[in-house]
Nanobody, 123 residues
């Protein structure tokens, strides 16, 4: 199982970034996918998730209305569009594949993790 995340960087508060995660075809076609993040000194937390067919999404309350998760079937990728970023969004972001096909919000539901990508939002 391979998940390759990209797109992190430094942005000012109020700005936007787009994260992408490329997955192997077998995982991408059959599993829920999502993003988690981990800030320094904090536990890894759920951010957003999308079901295997893209029909269902779910977001953490802290990012609802600012972040959008989507699936790109042509390239076996998921993306996380992050708008109106805040300093408290600063963290290492991890893409994840679920054990099942549905949306998921807990780390115990994760089958595989990608490497993290750092997002830094300056005030």
């Amino acid at each position: 199982v391979q998940l390759q995340a990209s797109g992190g960087g430094l942005v000012q508060a109020g700005g936007s970034l787009r994260l992408s995660c490329a997955a192997s075809g077998r995982i991408f076609n059959n599993n829920g996918m999502g993003w988690f993040r981990q800030a320094p000194g904090k536990e890894r937390e759920f951010v957003a998730t999308v079901s295997w067919n893209g029909h269902t999404t779910r977001y953490a309350e802290s990012v609802e209305g600012r972040f959008t998760i989507s699936r790109g079937y042509a390239a076996n990728t998921i993306s996380l569009q992050m708008d109106r970023l805040k300093p408290e969004d600063t963290a290492v972001y991890y893409c994840a594949a679920a054990r099942g096909a549905s949306v998921f919000t807990t780390t115990t539901s994760v089958r595989a993790w990608g490497q993290g990508t750092l997002v830094t939002v300056s005030s």
